[in-house]
Structure formats: structure tokens, C-alpha cells
């Protein structure tokens, strides 16, 4: 429960934060910047977030798993598998929270952004 709480966050934030440059986008689609270098440094920044966030969450996981070593039951505080199930989870959901919403600015008609 507490990884798909945290990817329906990631994926809220994250999308949030990609859909507030939907006008930049919209600006660079006008002045001429062909789809793939509108995207480029939207998904280039996202991708810098999510590792930043996967390294500090994993950190902070760690940490937290030693601290709460004996109330896990069956699971070793250092569970190699369930923290990479888990940033793998989390890393694919935030890159398509990235993705997705930079896919769907790239579509959006530069007249209406510049009306805007």
C-alpha cells in the first residue's frame, strides 16, 4: 500500500510540475523548436529529479529500515529486492509522469498558448 500511495504522489507532482511549463512549451512550439527539443530538456530535468528523489529516498529507506529493525517481520532491514522492486516501481512511474504530460504540450496549438 505505502508503494502505490507513493507512486500516485510521485505521479501527481511530478506531472503537476511538467504541466505548469505547458506555456514555455507552447512559446518554443511557436517560435519553431521541432517536438523533440521540446521535450528534451523537459524529460532531461525529470530525469535529474527522479534521481535525486530515488537516492535520497533510498537513503532514507535504509536508514529507516535500521531504525524499525524489530518491528519487520520476515524481512531483513536490508532487503535488496524489495528496495529495488520499489525504486524501480517508482522510478517508471515518475519518468512517465515526465513523459506524458511533455507528449501531450507538444500537441497543444501555439496560437492558442501565445492567446494566452
Known sequence: MAVLISAVGVYGVIAYAVTRRWREMGI??????????????????????????????????WLTARTLDTLLYQVQPSDVTTFTAAGALLSVVALAAVIIPALRATRVDPVTVLRE
Open 28 to 61: 518554443r512550439i511557436a517560435l519553431g523548436a521541432s517536438a523533440s527539443d521540446v521535450l528534451r530538456p523537459v524529460v532531461t530535468e525529470g530525469a535529474r529529479m527522479v534521481g535525486a528523489g530515488l537516492a535520497l529516498g533510498l537513503v532514507g529507506a
